[in-house]
């Protein structure tokens, strides 16, 4: 990577081009958004045909035909009875939206005391205050706190470190049954709901064990708590389903998107809401008190609709269904490297823990591994991979979401740029 800011300018399919011509296979899908790769024109066609039209409107008491045709779009692919969308401009918008959706919701039939939410460790929910303060990363929120009360932190499902901790063999629902101490301990009269990724990102793609969604659903009905799935990374065929609660399997009552909604190509978010949310605003003429000037934009909406025809058409999701054993075992082929401590994920996001010889006291682990991200991340650069190379704590990850028309060709790439970065890491920070 170049010691300066590298400055990307084209890119085709798989591929980015930086502004010295050295090209650059997107292995993170721009940052896991990518869904249909660059440079798809029918998405730039539709941005322009809508803008002649009608190049901006607000939402706010008024409709336009993209934004409505995109709801309707929407609701026939959520699964369950989430019939409604409210549009933001981004996933920490839809975040913080859907927080104070259910904050609304419960005061509209009775329960006002209800405003807290439960959310995992290390877990990535966004950056405005709402969404910050359900994120579970001290390292980001440490500069702006005091946060907004009523975040609640609970086990995250590591089963790489935390599964063997527990005593138990196999699959641990242990991570579950935490969610319902902290509601019990809280106090279910104050609980809101639970947000949770289906594979967490941050971290390093944490899967759930088999049952986790379904336990976590029970807690949930048992308690009157509402169950939000973040799904700004997951959905849209990141886990080889339109959505990843479909993938895991569970109902949510509201779902939160952004990212590969539009495959990136212009900034949207929203919520989806089940018909139990909507009925008390519905039956008492109530708005959500609540709104953002460029939620839902025309041109927005209708590069949505066209990514959304283009992921239909070309069966993306069952591409990834269909090459996710071959991601994983080509990635897996680098587990033969002393660097590399755990392989996990699923679909077209996967993440390699790595071993980098990390010192004892944490303070200074933690310095380590980001200084062994840093390094990671300037070797595949320059080797023509673009990924994610992060500290978390005091490991290192090296997280991979390759845009879904990826194929084995790609995975092929993305192992022989890994691999001599990854050696050359293991001499740098040799013991």
Known sequence: MPATLPVIESGDGCYMWDETGHRLLDGLAGLFATQIGHGRTELAEAAYYQMNRLGFFPLWGYG??????????????????LNRVYFTSGGSEAVESAWKLARQYFAAVGEPARHKVISRNLAYHGTSMGALSITGLASIRNAFEPLVPGAVKVAHT???????????DGECLC????IERAIVREGPQTVAAVFLEPVQNSGGCYVPPDGYFQRVREICDDHGVLLVSDEVICGFGRLGHM???????YKPDMITMAKGLTSGYAPLGGVMISDQIAEPFIAAEQEFNHGFTFGGHPAAAAVALANIDIIEEEDLANRVLDNTAKFKAKLASLRDLPIVADLRGDGYFFALELDANAPSDPVKAQAHAAEVSKYLTRQMYALGLTCRAAARGAESVIQLSPPLIAGPEQFD??????????????GEFAP
Do not use: K, N, S, T
């Open 243 to 249: 959505f990843g609660a479909d993938r895991f399997g």
């Open 413 to 426: 790439e993305i192992v022989a740029a890994m691999r001599p970065a990854l050696i050359d890491a293991m």
């Open 158 to 168: 590591d089963e790489y470190r935390v599964g063997a901790q527990c005593g138990h």
């Open 175 to 178: 991570a579950a049954e935490e």
């Open 64 to 81: 336009h035909p993209p934004g409505v045709e995109l709801a309707a779009r929407l609701a026939e692919l959520a699964p369950g009875d």
